[in-house]
Each structure stands twice: as C-alpha cells, then as structure tokens.
C-alpha cells in the first residue's frame, strides 16, 4: 500500500526531480533563478524543456498547456499535442525551450478593460519558472504570466510577482541597516483557508440560481439552522470524509500542502486550509485547489459550492489569506525573536505594516471587492467592511510604552528604548486570536480575513506586498541618511505609532457601536459595497504608489477598474434575470396552482354543508393572490430597472444604479416569494428549500 510520501508531488516537475533530470550546470542555473529571482538564462530553456517532456510523457502526459490567470478570475488553458511529424509519416514527440519559455495564445476574449485593440487579438504566455510545472489529466501544465501584444498585464499573476520584488527591493534596504549583507531576497508567504459547501448534485440541479448563479436567490429560514452551533467541528459525515479523503489524494499529487479539514459553522459548511508557502506559488495551488475540490466532489455525486453566501441567514464562506515576509535565509521578518536586537527590527516591520494597512485601507477592501462578497462583508460571520488591526494586548502595550517613552510594564528595565542592549525582550506568541478583525496578527503572521470564498487570492496580496513596500520605501529613505540610526530609528516608529495607532483596534468588530467610532471619530473608511470602493483604485495617492514601485501602468490600473466594475454589473444582472425567470416561470405558477386546488377543495366541502367557514383555505388563498399579484409587481419593476442599466453614463454611474436600484428590488422580490414559500404546500414548490439543500448530504 503506497504511503502519502510515495505519492506527495509525484505530479510535479519538482526540485527533486530536476535535480534528477537536469544537468549540475544546468540545474544551479534555474535554482539561481528560482531561490533569487534572477533573469532566466535562455540557454537553459532547452535542457530544461526537454527534460520536462521526458519526464511528462512518462507520467502519461500527451499534452502541454501554458497554464495562466487571466482576469476572469479562474484559470485558462489551450492544449497542444507534443507530436510533431517524422520524415517517415509518424510522428516524433518534441518540446522545445522557445514553446517553454513563451506561448501566443488567442486573447480576443479574456477581459482587457480597453488595453487590446481590436485587431490585436494576440496576446503572450511567459513561463513564471519560480512556480513548479505540473500534470493535470494527461497535460503538462506551465504556469505562466500573461500580457497583450502591446505588453500589458492581462492577468493576475503578473503584478503579483512584480509586487514581490517591490516587496523584496524593499526590505532588503531595511534589513541591511541593521547590519545584514548576506540577505538576498525576501519573500511573501501566504497560506489561504478555504471554506466552501457541499451539497448533492441533484438539489444543485433542480435549482436555475445555483446552476446559473452560485447562489440561492429564494429561500426562506429552514425550521434548523446552525443556531445549534452542533455542526462547527463535529464529526464528519461519511460521505464528506470519503470526498475530504478523495481530495487529499489528489492535491498531495499536485505538491498541495493540504493539511487542516473540518466542519465549518453552517450546515453543509467546511474548510480545508494548507500549510502557507511563497505568495505566487500559494495562488497557484489555491485556483488548483478550488478547481479540484469541484471536479472531486462531481465524482461522489455532489456539487462545491464556492460563493461567498450561497445561503440567506446562516454563515457565508471566506478565504483567511494569512500573510508573512521572510528572508532567504529563513529569517520570519514578523516574528518578535529572541533577542532585543530582533525585538528592533521586528518592530520596525511591524510599523510597516501597521502604516500601509492604514495609509492603503481603500486598496485592501477593494482588492477582495465582488459581488459575493459584498453580501457576506458585515455579517456575523465574516469582518465589517471596516478595515482594522488586532494586535493583542501585549504589542499594544509595547506600542503604547514607545509612544509615550514610558517604561514597559512587561520587562525588567526601566526606561523604554530601541538600543540593542536595553530593549525589552516579549513573548514570540504574542497575542489571542480576534475572530471579528479584518486584519489580525497571529503569532508570527497577520491573517487578513476579509477575502471571499472564490476570490483568487492574488489581488489582495498584490495589494498588501506593495503597500508593505511603499512603507519600508519611506522608512528606508529616512534611515539611510540618519546621522543616529538608534534615535532615529526610535522617533521613526514612535511618530508611526502615533499617527496610525487609529487602525488598531483590539474589541468587536461586529459592534454597531464600533463603525460609528471607526468612522465619526477615528475618520477610516466604510466601503460597504464594490461600487462604494472600486473607483477609489484610481485616486492619485494609490497610483502613485502601484506605479512607483512598477506593480501596475496606470493603462493597467484604468483597465482593471472597468474590469472589476463590469464584472460586478454582470454577476447582479445574471441575478436579477435569474429571479424574474425563476418568479415568473416556477414560482408564481405553483403558487396559482395550490390556491386553485384550495378553492376546488374549499368548494367541495361547501357543496357537502354550505355553512362550512373554510376559514383555512379563503385565509391561504387571499394571502397567496395578495402575494402572487406583488410578485408580478416586483418582476416588472425589477425588469425595469434592468433596462435602465442602458441609460448609464459609464461603468461608474452603471454600478451606482445596479447597487441603489437593481440590488433593492431584487431584495423585495425576494421577501414576497419566501413568504410565499412558506404558505404553499411542499408539493406543490418547484425546487428544494434550504432544509431539502442544507441537510442533503447524509
């Protein structure tokens, strides 16, 4: 019986198997690229793809793919064969370094947001060698960047890794104050928490929303829910097992560090988390992963769903992105240390981060930004649209002891600096978890909580690398030219601490009490919803920041504005015609039909003794034809307001009507067919209710 060692990356082009497969020379040469982010030398490509096809075919592999994130927000892939003809009429099996290092793919119809003409259909795949290629069914896939003919971004992946580099430049200057010259790069690391629901095919069939939508747009409150709290970590089901067990397998084939499955807080709910890796290769397994747990559960007759909130009134599902920097070395740049030398620099990152998150709180929430998620942001069960830090109560009091130069109650000397020899050392776990903060630190990592369930988790580490970037750029300047690195360096995180001690917040984020302080008195943002905070991508201050550190072109910041905004107008359009189809064509029918058996029903028992009330029935059948006509009503003018999407000035003024007018009237249409869900008799409704769905998997 094989053991999961035996099988643990047996499906990827891995530093075991190139070291096996590749040449000294040529093997130091690509780990040089990989380990510093070096330029790739061309020289190698041919070894290096011709080893890859060897080692392929020999897993069974007849195809190769150039494997790329394109801004639809899912994967992308065009298959071509490795044969090439033989003089003889067969065929040779052949893969050149020039197919490795570079595809030209069709991009006509992958979204640009205006960076590609018409007539400049082609766009480029360029292999991102940092990220192991992989097998996928018979193809080999290559993970790769994509641009347009004109060498635009046209995807996701890369001003993720030019945001590490400005990330890595970065702290690289900082880290060399503090007498480090050995370091040569310094990397992101990210491991993502998935949740998501499992639910069997055949109610996902009988219902249009979630085929069409992902989510239900009826439904009213089953009679159980998860007030019981019994199903947050209870025991498995045997079916679930089976599928969580099918998906281990599977992503451990791929190199998935899949390690952590258990039962979320609502019914049909769980999360499987991994153990967190380098940023672009994390993003890379999590689209894998999200695409595997799909196509798995298909093959034990049930259907992932991946929404944000596929269910009104019980818990919607996330994406915990927790975050940290490390050097080459190994050095975790967010760990206190044992040291008071560590404690300085430490700290120093620490107000790094503190200052993006609060200079950046705009591109942090846009950057996680949906549809999807705007339903679930502010709910019980997810973090308010208000960006916050938790620090815990002992950074807090370290914090608060520099900024006031007041003695540290938690250490044994007197007088509170930043010297080597008399800072106070503190725990390396230095706080409790807060599960109600967008923006938590945890030990040695921040766990930014805001991401949704289906959100590639590359926008918002985008986001986080270069805003970390732009606050290391502004301490490393100013230290470079201190005269006193020691007082400066104390003033400089002194003056941080006092002008963004405002994000942190240690209490409830769930506290209506807390947004009104947030906003009235602490002055940060509340962008409740994707059209409240998506135009906010363009303001001169975070242009000038993702340009400067060459993360984005400003044509590549106008485009993924438009992108987003299209995105979010579409997804509540599919919605709206999704209801109107659904009331129209199902809903409204069965409705007529029970009130019409009632009335045949209420008229037989008339016929048998006329003074027979049949108070039951005229009460049920008055109520649905009240309810029936509404839902009429409510079709119409939700049609209306879709139609007058037409009218809108731009993108901008588009999104302003889809959230004040079209998403209002979707909300009431709604409120009239749960209501009359819960008068019709069961037989009577055309799809499963929340309780069929919710407690289908046995």
């Given amino acids: ?54 080692w392929a075919i020999s897993k069974g592999a007849t195809h190769f793919t150039h494997w790329f994130q394109p801004l639809t927000g899912i994967t992308a892939e065009k298959h071509d064969g490795f044969i090439s003809p033989s003089p003889d009429g067969g065929v040779i099996m052949d893969f050149s370094g020039k197919e490795l290092i570079k595809g030209e793919p069709d991009a006509s119809s992958f979204p640009s947001g205006g960076l590609r003409a018409t007539f400049e259909a082609r766009g480029y795949t360029a292999w991102d060698p940092t990220s192991y290629a992989f097998i996928k069914g018979k193809t080999l896939c290559i993970p790769t960047a994509f641009c347009s003919y004109g060498g635009h971004a046209l995807d996701k992946k890369t001003p993720l ?85 099918d998906l281990n397998e599977e992503l451990w084939k791929l190199g998935i560090m899949a390690k952590t499955e258990h ?60 975050w940290s920097i490390s050097t080459d070395e190994g050095q975790n740049l967010l760990s206190p240390g044992d040291t008071p030398y560590e404690n300085a620099q430490f700290l120093l990152f620490l107000c790094a981060v503190i200052k993006a998150v609060d200079d950046y709180q705009d591109l942090l929430r846009l950057s996680v930004a949906t549809a999807g998620n705007d339903h679930r942001l502010g709910a019980n069960e997810a973090p308010p649209a208000v960006i916050s830090m938790f620090l815990g109560d002992e950074l807090n009091a370290v914090l608060e002891a520099i900024e006031n130069d007041a003695p540290y109650k938690g250490a044994e000397k007197t007088q509170m600096k930043l010297g080597v020899d008399v800072l106070p050392k503190f725990n390396r776990d230095t706080t409790d978890r807060n599960r109600t903060s967008p923006f938590a630190f945890t030990g040695n990592k921040f766990e930014f909580r805001m991401l949704g369930s289906s959100n590639s988790i590359a926008c918002a580490n985008i986001m986080l690398n270069a805003a970390v970037a732009e606050s290391l750029k502004v301490f490393a300047d100013r230290l470079e030219k201190s005269k006193n690195f020691e007082a400066d360096l104390h003033d400089m995180i002194k003056e941080t601490i006092k002008a963004h001690k405002r994000i942190i917040f240690n209490g409830n984020g769930y506290d209506d009490a807390w947004i009104k302080e947030a906003t009235e008195v602490r002055g940060l943002l509340n962008y409740r919803t994707t059209a409240d905070c998506m135009p906010h991508l363009l303001d001169k201050k975070n242009v000038d920041m993702l340009t400067g550190h060459k993360v984005f072109t400003l044509d590549e910041l106008k485009s993924r504005c438009d992108i987003m905004l299209e995105n979010y107008c579409k997804t509540v359009t599919i919605e709206a015609n999704t209801m109107a189809e659904m009331a129209k064509r199902l809903i409204a029918p069965a409705i007529e039909s029970f009130a019409a058996d009632l009335a045949k029903n209420a008229n037989a028992k008339k016929s048998l003794d006329p003074s027979i009330p049949c108070t039951y029935e005229t009460g049920i059948i008055k109520k649905l034809s009240e309810l029936t006509d509404t839902i009429a009503v409510k079709v119409d003018e939700l049609q209306k307001e879709e139609i007058a999407l037409g009218d809108a000035a731009d993108i901008i003024a588009e999104s302003v009507m889809v959230r004040d007018k079209v998403l209002p009237k979707m909300c009431e249409l709604r409120l009239a067919c749960d209501e009359a869900e819960t008068l019709t008799a069961k037989s009577y409704w055309p799809f499963p209710t929340y309780a069929d769905i919710l407690f289908s998997v046995r």
């Fill in 1 to 54: 019986m094989k053991t999961v060692s035996d099988y643990f990356g047996s499906m990827v082009f891995d530093d075991r198997v190139m070291k096996a497969t590749l040449s000294a020379k040529v093997y130091a040469s690509l780990k040089h690229t990989i380990d510093e982010g070096k330029a790739l030398d061309p020289s190698v490509a041919n070894a290096v793809a011709s080893a890859m096809k060897d």
């Fill in 263 to 322: 039962n979320e807080v609502a019914p049909a709910q769980h999360e499987l988390a991994p153990i967190y890796t380098t940023t672009n290769v994390a993003t890379d397994h999590n689209q894998l992963t999200m695409e595997i747990m799909q196509k798995v559960a298909s093959k034990h007759g049930l259907v992932c769903l991946l929404h944000e909130k596929p269910f009104a009134g019980v818990n919607g599902s996330g994406k915990h992105n927790n």
């Fill in 161 to 245: 890794l030019r945001s590490m580099e400005a990330l890595s430049k970065q702290a690289i200057r900082v880290l060399k104050l503090f007498g480090n010259d050995t370091v040569k790069r310094v990397v992101s690391s990210v491991g993502p928490e998935q949740e998501y629901f499992l639910i069997t095919k055949e109610m996902y069939d009988a219902r249009p929303d979630l085929r069409f939508c992902g989510r239900t747009l009826f439904g009213a409150k089953p009679p159980k829910g998860q007030e019981m709290d019994d199903h947050y970590f209870g025991a498995i089901k045997p079916k679930v097992a089976e599928y969580m067990e």
